[in-house]
């Protein structure tokens, strides 16, 4: 099958199992919590979640792409599981055990000493979270996609139908406000879906013959330790402004507010966050995979192409309709709706790096992703404190968006160097160029009108679409023409 055909299909297929079920949370969790939710009170559940995507990340410290690169390279696949999964599964209870330890210390630490619960529940739900890794990173190494799909989807659907019912009573009433339920059940939900996951996963991992390789375990980890770098300083760039906030804003009432529409609004632009995510999952082992075929680089370049077209189609279907979009969030949460944008062209810039980054990984050069990313990080950290204090969670947005774009451009630059691929940038300005002038000029263009703007926005989208397939197909026919003469 035509690489490209396969890396599409497998994207699909892993969207069913990524973006059906996140979107579904979208479509119903996030308008869910901020109708039923004060701005502060949402405020809380992103900060803890922002906490447990770092911590994620540490506890999985780089070893979901170290399993694709040694699987690739070792003929004893399994052994390569086993020492991953059991190294893994030994730090997570190490993990566990120190924050119920802890827990108080560190509920204090982070301001919320009256609920040490919360801590709890998050090192439980890290836990899990870090221990179905390397399952489903074998699922998608396997290219196990349809399976991965219905696992995530069933994970996702259980927390939805759990919060739907722990939290039915506030959101029937006729005030959710004045019904008081704990956001503690955010957090059970997401602990018991979780540990369904791994419940569905345990045929996938008892399957395999125990084989600890402590010297295996060793070469893998001195691998996966720039990758934890770049995990880290990766994952601080997209939630550390969100851990942060509250510290910044001189105004402590009001910090939990802000941080609650920020995050609100962000979550507008989930639709390019999952878009990256979804192909990441399937281009990761896809890359590694092309690495020995004869055309790869030549792969490569199209393949960023063809993700930078899509991610422009969700920028300007997102931006070109915000005034529908906007009603996924509570009325209190849209007085932030101006981020937009920023947040997804910085997310489109990180999954543009995403396919950058493939000249560090296959040169075995990931020390150079680390320090791009820790880059990444002293940008994110130190806008964050220059301009947070000054602009509030617009602060916040714009760090993200020279991070990013900042993080996209060495990568390109250091890549040329080391692993020059020929990227059709004339196209990619052209792309870039056409979608940054439609959403200026529907902008600049103000419609009060709610039906106008929708049509003038589809026709916006319309002229998008026919420029991409009509400059793609005249060149495929160009080239046609040119190899028959």
């Known amino acids: 099958m035509n690489p490209l055909k396969r890396l599409a299909g497998q994207t699909m297929i892993y969207g069913l199992g990524t973006i059906v079920p996140r979107v579904l949370n979208y479509l119903l969790l996030t308008p869910f919590f901020t109708y039923i939710f004060y701005k502060g009170e949402y405020g809380v559940f992103s900060e803890l979640y922002a906490f447990v995507a770092v911590l994620l990340v540490v506890l999985t410290y780089g070893m979901e792409t170290t399993y694709f690169r040694f699987a690739e390279a070792e003929k004893n696949k399994n052994r390569v599981f086993s020492t991953a999964f059991g190294s893994i599964l030994i730090s997570s209870l190490i993990f566990v055990l120190l924050v119920f330890m802890f827990s108080g210390s560190i509920s204090s630490l982070i301001q919320y000493a009256s609920n040490p619960e919360y801590i709890l529940w998050i090192a439980g739900i890290v836990a899990v979270d870090a221990l179905v890794s390397i399952p489903f990173a074998k699922l998608r190494q ?235 990080m002293v940008i994110t950290l130190g806008l964050n404190f220059v301009l947070v204090p000054e602009f509030g969670f617009r602060g916040a947005a714009w760090a993200t968006f020279f991070c990013y774009l900042t993080m996209m451009l060495i990568s390109f630059f250091w890549g040329k160097k080391f692993y020059k691929i020929t990227y059709d940038l004339r196209s990619l300005a052209i792309y870039f160029f056409l979608a940054i002038s439609l959403y200026f000029v529907h902008r600049f263009l103000d419609l009060d009108s709610g039906k106008l703007s929708i049509a003038v926005a589809t026709i916006f989208l319309g002229i998008f679409l026919i420029f991409v397939f009509y400059r793609e197909n005249l060149r495929t026919v160009f080239r046609r023409k040119k190899v028959s003469k």
Request: aromatic fraction near 16%; charge should be positive; hydrophobic fraction near 50%.
């Open 142 to 376: 396997e290219n196990k996609a349809f399976k991965f799909a219905i696992i995530k989807f069933s994970s996702v659907a259980i927390n939805i139908g759990l919060n739907a019912a722990f939290f039915y009573e506030k959101w029937s009433a006729p005030d959710p406000h004045s019904v008081q339920i704990s956001i503690e059940y955010i957090f059970i939900a997401n602990f018991l879906s979780s540990a369904f996951t791994l419940l569905l996963l345990l045929p996938e991992i008892i399957k395999i013959k125990p084989s600890f390789s402590p010297i295996l375990l060793l070469r893998m980890l001195k691998y996966a330790l720039p990758l934890l770098v770049v995990g880290v300083a990766g994952i601080i760039n997209e939630h550390g402004d969100k851990i942060i906030l509250k510290y910044l804003i001189s105004d402590s009432e009001n910090a939990m507010d802000q941080l609650g529409i920020y995050s609100a609004n962000y979550r507008l632009a989930v639709l390019m966050t999952i878009f990256t995510q979804m192909f990441r999952y399937a281009a990761e082992p896809f890359f590694f995979s092309q690495e020995k075929e004869k055309n790869s680089k030549k792969t490569y370049a199209d393949v960023m192409k063809y993700f930078t077209i899509f991610g422009l189609l969700i920028f300007l279907g997102v931006t070109l309709y915000i005034d529908v979009v906007k009603y996924f969030i509570g009325a209190p949460f849209r007085e932030g709706l101006d981020i937009v944008p920023l947040i997804l062209l910085a997310n489109l810039f990180l999954g543009i790096y995403f396919n950058l980054s493939i000249w560090y990984k296959l040169t075995n050069r990931t020390i150079y992703g680390a320090i791009i990313a820790i880059i990444g």
